[in-house]
């Protein structure tokens, strides 16, 4: 098998496994959300380390440790993702998957307003639609549910913030998470703690079967992480565009088909508003790669000059 096509199925792996999330963390019921997001901070926390241990990574997670910039950007980077999972967990277990897809739908949307408004980035006339729709169906989707659809946006946001951080950051997957989870670890170990002493903590009343799905929560955080890790250098950027397209659309699948979820018209239209708008700028970044290899071809330096613009 060509590492090509290693990297296709790893990172489809990858997205798959995202994708079916929102059916794992209803199984850790009668735990509440903040007491599954601290076990999986924990475990998620014990399960790289574990991994640095059988890897021998330790001399790579010292050099990040002791890069006072590194250091600082997982530092905020581990809050952010805390964000992250404590907003995905409550909502998967509160019946509102369909929102969450929502979120991951419009996070490429959200990262190119960050490259707009944070790295002073030009847009191009088809990414000016592009967000002009997706902004459209938020108003929609707001009119729709009574509010603003704040569990995707916050979903989206702290997703784009953590990417933006871990991109500068520029560590390996696990070392990253390590150092993530090592933050927030304590406070979230203090919180277990303190459940189980008030009595109110599931960690040891609700069967071995409970714990073993606690413990998991390591897993299954790490898992589709390492294969993303193993998918990315193999792959082209194209093909890992289109497949992070995969667990938005798993997730609204398991939300309407499985969870049977309210989609009322009004829903359909701003979710159809929101997959024009990826629809387009998908459609016009693939055509702007086309021309500028073909100018590279034609022009070696076009490339370059492009970059620059």
């Known amino acids: 098998m060509s590492e090509q096509r290693r990297g296709f199925w790893a990172g489809l792996a990858a997205y798959t496994l995202w994708g079916v999330f929102p059916l794992y963390f209803p199984l850790l019921d009668p735990a509440s959300a903040t007491e599954v997001l601290a076990h999986r901070i924990v475990w998620s926390l014990l399960t790289v ?33 805390t964000a992250n999972w404590g907003t995905f967990i409550w909502a998967v277990t509160n019946d509102h998957v369909v929102e969450t897809s929502l979120g991951y739908f419009i996070n490429p949307l959200v990262l190119i307003c960050f490259g707009v408004v944070l790295l002073g980035e030009r847009l191009r006339p088809g990414q000016w639609i592009g967000l002009a729709v997706a902004a459209a169906a938020v108003v929609g989707l707001s009119v729709d549910y009574g509010r603003p659809p ?54 040891a009343s609700a069967g071995l079967g409970h714990l073993a799905l606690l413990a998991g929560t390591g897993l ?19 093909t890992l565009g289109l497949l992070q397209y995969m667990a938005p659309v798993m997730q609204f699948a398991i939300g309407v088909l499985v ?17 024009l708008a990826l629809l387009i700028i998908t459609a016009e970044s693939l055509v702007h790669g086309r021309r500028v290899a073909r100018a590279a071809r034609r022009d070696p330096l076009a490339d370059a000059a492009q970059s620059v613009c």
């Open 259 to 275: 969870l049977d979820e309210a989609m009322g018209a009004g829903r359909w239209v701003g979710f159809g508003l929101v997959w």
């Open 49 to 81: 380390v574990g991994l640095i241990a059988l890897r021998r990574r330790w001399s790579s997670l010292r050099a990040v440790v002791v890069d006072r910039r590194r250091r600082l950007l997982l530092v905020a980077a581990g809050v952010i993702i």
């Open 150 to 203: 704040w569990i995707a946006l916050v979903l989206a946001l702290s997703f784009g913030t953590y990417g933006l951080l871990k991109k500068r950051a520029a560590v390996g997957a696990v070392e990253g998470l390590t150092v993530e989870t090592a933050v927030v670890a304590p406070l979230a170990l203090g919180y277990v703690g303190w459940l189980q002493a008030t009595g109110v903590g599931t960690l």
């Open 220 to 238: 299954v955080t790490a898992l589709p992480l390492l294969l993303f890790g193993a998918a990315a250098p193999r792959v082209t950027l194209t």
